[in-house]
């Protein structure tokens, strides 16, 4: 089967430091991406991790270990406008190879 | 640039009517996704166009269907609506099929009375 987990509600404080885990368990592993969806509106892409280790983009950081399927998504300096749900999505190998499988999301509150 | 483009952005329909969305990938984009997203939940994969061919399907009932047109552009049609059919549909593309990240659409928000 195919399996992956974040936690359902963050809070953190604004200037602070987050981060989200997310767990995987799938048939193939094609690459692991994390998206930030804010209400209403469209998942935009944030990082893509394929090899183990960590990928640094600004305030956004994302670590990969595949031996463990985990994956985290770290977030520094956190402002007002990072509140969002953060996706976490697998793609998959064999037929719809740029098929996304996506966690069911991390909501974050930062607070004031 | 243009991003990737829904149209429409907003739909009402009843049960047992038809309804078809449509897509606009990003120029040089060969690729399009459809994603099913209810609320609360992540995007659910339905189908992955490319080069107008169906390259994948995920598990949807055969009432869902879609194609690429020859500009890779795309339709998703949804034939006798269900009232679980309410959700937000997007559209994604990528430059091709294989190991390039997706651009989503706005999406659009899909109701059944």
């Known amino acids: 089967g195919q399996n992956i987990d974040q936690p359902t509600e963050m809070t953190a404080t604004e200037g602070a430091i987050v981060q989200i885990n997310c767990t995987y368990q799938?048939?193939?592993?094609?690459?692991l991406f994390w998206y930030q969806q804010h209400a209403g509106e469209a998942p935009t892409f944030l990082s893509y991790?394929?090899?183990?280790g960590l990928e640094e983009k600004g305030r956004f950081s994302s670590f990969l270990s595949r031996s463990k399927g985990y994956s985290y998504l770290l977030l520094k300096e956190l402002q007002m406008k990072d509140s969002a749900s953060y996706l976490c999505?697998?793609?998959?190998?064999?037929?719809?190879?740029?098929?996304?499988?996506f966690g069911t999301g991390t909501l974050l509150a930062v607070q004031p | 640039d243009a991003g990737v483009t829904q149209s429409p952005t907003h739909l009402i329909k009843t049960r047992g009517q038809q309804v078809t969305l449509r897509c606009s990938p990003i120029?040089?984009?060969?690729?399009v996704s459809w994603y099913q997203q209810v609320l609360g939940q992540g995007p659910q994969f339905i189908f992955q166009?490319?080069?107008?061919?169906?390259?994948g399907r995920g598990n949807f009932p055969d009432r869902f269907s879609a194609r690429q047109f020859p500009n890779y552009s795309s339709e998703l049609n949804v034939n006798a609506l269900l009232l679980g059919d309410s959700a937000l549909y997007l559209c994604?593309?990528?430059?091709?099929?294989?190991?390039?990240?997706?651009?989503f659409g706005d999406g659009t928000r899909l109701s059944i009375l």
């Open positions: 994604a593309s990528s430059l091709s099929y294989v190991n390039q990240p997706q651009h």
């Open positions: 799938t048939s193939g592993f094609n690459g």
């Open positions: 991790n394929v090899l183990d």
């Open positions: 999505a697998v793609r998959g190998v064999g037929g719809a190879t740029n098929k996304l499988i």
């Open positions: 120029s040089g984009h060969k690729s």
């Open positions: 166009y490319y080069e107008k061919e169906e390259r």
